[in-house]
């Protein structure tokens, strides 16, 4: 089972973050900027480029060393790794990251902890019951792409979950199971991230 003291952290964390949503109100979101043309492809190293920074990689650490450091005593090695990916979701032209948070703490049976942050690195969403991958889509609702995950459906089912952005509460569901299932899945063009073939940085907090 999750520990609900790592989302009352998270939570504080998000009631403290102020939201700057751009003025769009739908349509697909700007995916042809230089900034984004450089996230594409993979390094020499065969890492998907979008997962590759240490130094956000160095603030997304801080940052949860921070909020979870009442906690960080009780886990091991194996719970204190996360990857991310860099995607614009909004349409600004400033990168948001899609944290993946791996391990017990923050695994269950059901999926694991995602986080999305702004491009300052400070929480924007957390959102659980979820597992990759997770497929970024073209459209965009209330100015925020939409975020597509496998339903945990029967056997030889093809069924999804898509995530929209919420503009009342300004951020994505919190739990994923709640969002109801769809037979509407990613398209062509859409963004894989923790796709079966790709190859993410892990880092550490």
């Not at 990168?95 to 017990?104: I, S």
């Not at 792409?145 to 089912?157: H, M, Q, V």
């Amino acid at each position: 089972m999750l520990n609900k003291k790592i989302f009352k952290l998270l939570a504080l964390g998000l009631a403290l973050y102020v939201s700057s949503c751009g003025s769009n109100n739908g349509g697909a979101a700007k995916s042809d900027s230089a900034a984004a043309d450089s996230l594409k492809g993979t390094t020499a190293d065969g890492y998907a480029k979008a997962s590759v920074n240490d130094a956000i990689g160095a603030e997304i650490s801080a940052y949860l060393r921070n909020y979870l450091q009442k906690d960080l005593k009780t886990m091991d090695s194996t719970d204190r790794k996360f990857s991310f990916y860099a995607v614009d979701l909004n349409g600004d032209q400033n990168p948001e990251y899609v944290v993946f948070l791996k391990g017990r703490y923050f695994c269950g049976t059901g999926g694991c902890t995602f986080l999305v942050m702004n491009s300052d690195q400070q929480l924007i969403n957390y959102t659980t019951v979820m597992d990759p991958p997770v497929y970024v889509s073209a459209k965009a609702t209330h100015g925020w792409r939409s975020l597509i995950i496998k339903a945990n459906a029967t056997p030889g089912s093809e069924s999804y979950r898509v995530l929209t952005f919420d503009s009342k509460t300004r951020r994505y569901p919190t739990n994923a199971s709640m969002v109801p299932e769809t037979k509407e899945g990613p398209v062509t063009g859409d963004l894989e991230m923790w796709g079966e073939s790709s190859k993410v940085k892990d880092y550490t907090f």
